[in-house]
């Protein structure tokens, strides 16, 4: 049975991540910042029939000391690690001017430095056993820019590049390395947008609507397994289409 470890798994795509791992037999350590939310998702899900297969640990993944405690725990608790979800991150609205330098480095800390922390701690486990797949949830905001998110445009432009270059690193070690690119995605990160604004998004896609966290936790789920061997270094769009106009008008 092989092991999921999971960041910003209380919430969205994390947890709709977790919900179908679990479902498809994979153990998964979830880790997350909100305590609270994670211990009582962990308890339903142990009654659910997941007991011995879920584990919460309170996280935060821009925190070097917090991941060394994730680390240890995975080592004394859980055991082998075979797959890395970076999926913990958080949005930075506004014009690069407008930004405060405390929310830049926030974004940075946990949409960038987050996914070097897990690797600094958990990846030489993995180069050990020449085995293992890491995927990060970058976003299609790092494929493309967008109006008034210069700072999370950067952050996830960084996970976009950060997929290749631990391809390219990682490769000889027998470690697979993938990004999903969402395109807005109906979680609570992005409920929290105006109703209307939701509207717009939906009729901004050709199929009229935007993507499900399950949609997402799909697409992670082929790129964890035997059937994505093929693919490393990729950032895979999960968009409904969402952002393949070039803006000319119709
Ligand atoms: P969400 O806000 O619903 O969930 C994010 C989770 O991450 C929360 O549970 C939060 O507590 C946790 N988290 C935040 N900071 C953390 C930290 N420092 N350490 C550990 N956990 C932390 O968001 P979501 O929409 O599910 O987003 C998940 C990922 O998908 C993010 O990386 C986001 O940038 C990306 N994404 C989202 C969308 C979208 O439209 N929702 C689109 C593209 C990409």
Redesign the pocket.
Same mark, same amino acid.
């Given at each position: 049975m092989k092991t999921a470890l999971i960041? #910003?798994a209380? !919430?969205?795509?994390?947890l709709s991540t977790t919900q179908l791992f679990l479902k498809r037999g994979y153990r998964v350590v979830m880790?997350?910042?909100?305590d609270v939310l994670g211990q009582m998702i962990k308890k339903e899900l142990d009654e659910t029939g997941y007991e011995g297969k879920v584990f919460f640990k309170q #996280?935060?993944? !821009?925190s070097s000391k917090s991941m060394e405690d994730l680390y240890n725990y995975t080592k004394t608790f859980v055991g082998q690690i075979d797959v890395i979800i970076n999926?913990?991150?958080?949005?930075c609205p506004g014009e690069l001017h407008e930004v405060s330098e405390e929310m830049w480095d926030r974004v940075m800390s946990?949409?960038v430095k987050?996914i070097y922390l897990t690797t600094k701690y958990f990846v030489p486990d993995m180069i050990q056993r020449r085995a293992g797949v890491i995927l990060n949830?970058a976003?299609?905001?790092g494929l493309q820019g967008d109006y008034n998110m210069a700072a999370y445009n950067a952050a996830?432009g960084a996970v976009v590049n950060l997929a290749r270059a631990m391809a390219l690193d990682y490769g000889k070690y027998g470690i697979r390395v993938n990004n999903v690119c969402?395109?807005?995605?109906m979680?609570?990160?992005?409920e929290r947008n105006p109703d209307e604004l939701v509207r717009e998004f939906e009729q901004a896609s050709p199929v009229g609507r935007i993507c499900t966290?399950e949609e997402v936790a799909q697409a992670l789920y082929f790129l964890a397994g035997d059937e994505a061997q093929a693919c490393t270094g990729i950032n895979l769009p999960v968009t409904t289409g969402f952002g393949l106009h070039t803006g000319q008008p119709i």
């Open positions: 960041t #910003g209380t !919430s969205g795509i994390g880790v997350d910042l909100d #996280g935060d993944v !821009s999926n913990a991150g958080i949005f946990v949409d987050g949830t976003s299609i905001s996830k969402p395109g807005p995605c979680t609570p990160m992005f966290p």
